[in-house]
């Protein structure tokens, strides 16, 4: 492979070559899964810093006040958590652990945004008694859940609307169609509204909407932020409300596989704000509310490579060969999940020659426990380190001890130094919350 073919829109911006292995700064990709043990996952501050940078000018393209919101389901912890809040963004929550993750991390509650789709009643009251920014209803129980409270305050509600519209993507990640289990219909919404302005305790600022994610084709997100600001429309006129935050959710995509679409993001949030701005002023003509995106995996997925140790190979008949690294489904559930691709690299040799096809298989007791179906691979040798690229976002955050395996370790590259965020699983942390 020429450097000039190696895809490196898919790689952190700090990876590059150094005596024909794979560099990320002054470190050797093969030395570090050697030394650190594998599997491991390293995120970039740079790429991080990169994308943070790109939503923000893109977000220039709507005229009022807008705000980054992380989505915590694409992975948190609480060293991330610091790193996002100290670069002012805030966080979308859709749980106890999310939710205590954040505030323990550093994010003002204010900063804090309750999503989900059956919010418990313990869930609420701590949500209310954080003092969260707001919670998202996403149906009419929930919302008497929250009729039904006595805070000391108004709670702050965003609805969300269902819009009936198919996002472009698999089926799974598909979350604003009318069988989606996701957010209310346009008539609910509306219900909400009226009953939210005849509560005493309880005051509409905001409506959101979220279609689904791992989208290209933007034509879908612009259909339901048009319906979401008629939706405000109708219920200022109601005088039900005064719509303060306008969300269109999230779910940009990017490029796994060389394969894949790879429209700048810059420009693809450009696009996005700059139609919402002009549905807006077509639409409803007033001040602008602050705009809300929630990016997930366009904010963090290419900042993150995951390293394996090349173990038992298998050479079959046909010429494939079957190589089998230390990590899969335990730690990488997308592939099993989605059919989801990704490309890879030997980690000391990723310009060298091809010598055909590979499947790179986990060692759980699965058949469907592969990271790659089919890739071309120069000879690789048991010891070899295998980098996956694009590994940032919904990897650790679905990680599992299925066959008791141990969650991997967790490094940050910063200014040329590695530093730890996560240590490995314990065979002690394995089985700390038995009871004998």
């Excluded at 790109?54 to 790193?83: D, F, Q």
């Excluded at 997925?301 to 230390?326: E, K, N």
């Amino acid at each position: 492979m020429h450097p000039t073919q190696f895809p490196r829109h898919l790689w952190p911006l700090g990876i590059h070559f150094f005596r024909k292995e794979l560099f990320w700064g002054s470190h050797s990709l093969q030395e570090l899964g050697s030394s650190l043990e594998t599997p491991l996952y390293i995120y970039d501050a740079a790429t991080i810093d990169h994308a943070i940078s790109a939503y923000r000018h893109g977000m220039t393209a709507w005229p009022g006040p807008s705000l980054i919101t992380y989505a915590a389901k694409a992975w948190l912890s609480l060293p991330l958590a610091r790193i996002l809040a100290r670069r002012g963004l805030g966080l979308d929550v859709v749980s106890q652990g999310e939710m205590t993750i954040g505030l323990r991390g550093g994010f003002a509650p204010e900063m804090l945004h309750l999503h989900g789709n059956n919010k418990s009643p313990a869930l609420l009251q701590q949500a209310v008694a954080a003092g969260v920014g707001a919670i998202v209803v996403d149906n009419l129980h929930e919302l008497g859940l929250l009729e039904a409270m006595t805070p000391a305050k108004p709670i702050s509600l965003w609805l969300r609307l269902n819009p009936d519209l198919l996002a472009p993507t698999h089926a799974y990640r598909q979350t604003g169609h009318h069988g989606s289990k996701f957010g209310m219909t346009r008539q609910e919404a509306l219900t909400a509204a009226q009953r939210i302005a005849a509560s005493s305790h309880l005051q509409l600022t905001g409506l959101h909407v979220h279609i689904g994610s791992q989208i290209f084709d933007l034509q879908p997100m612009f259909a339901a932020i048009d319906r979401l600001i008629h939706l405000a429309v109708e219920i200022e006129e109601e005088g039900w409300g005064k719509i303060e935050a306008l969300s269109p959710g999230g779910g940009l995509g990017v490029p796994y596989h060389p394969d894949d679409p790879h429209p700048p993001l810059l420009t693809m949030v450009q696009q996005l704000c700059a139609y919402a701005a002009a549905s807006w002023q077509k639409q409803h003509g007033g001040p602008h509310p602050t705009l809300i995106l929630e990016p997930g995996r366009s904010l963090i997925a290419r900042s993150g490579v995951a390293l394996y140790t090349v173990g038992a190979i298998r050479h079959l008949p046909d010429g494939q060969r079957i190589i089998a690294v230390d990590g899969g489904m335990s730690d990488n559930l997308r592939p099993a999940l989605y059919g989801a691709r990704y490309t890879a690299a030997l980690a000391r040799a990723p310009l060298a020659a091809n010598v055909g096809p590979a499947r790179i298989v986990g060692p759980l007791c699965e058949s469907g426990d592969l990271l790659i179906s089919e890739i071309e691979l120069p000879e690789a040798h048991p010891g070899d380190i295998l980098a996956v690229p694009v590994s940032g976002a919904y990897h650790l955050s679905m990680a599992s001890n299925y066959n008791g395996m141990l969650r991997p370790a967790v490094y940050l590259h910063q200014h040329d130094e590695m530093l730890q965020l996560q240590r490995r699983e314990t065979i002690d942390d394995l089985m700390r919350r038995d009871i004998l």
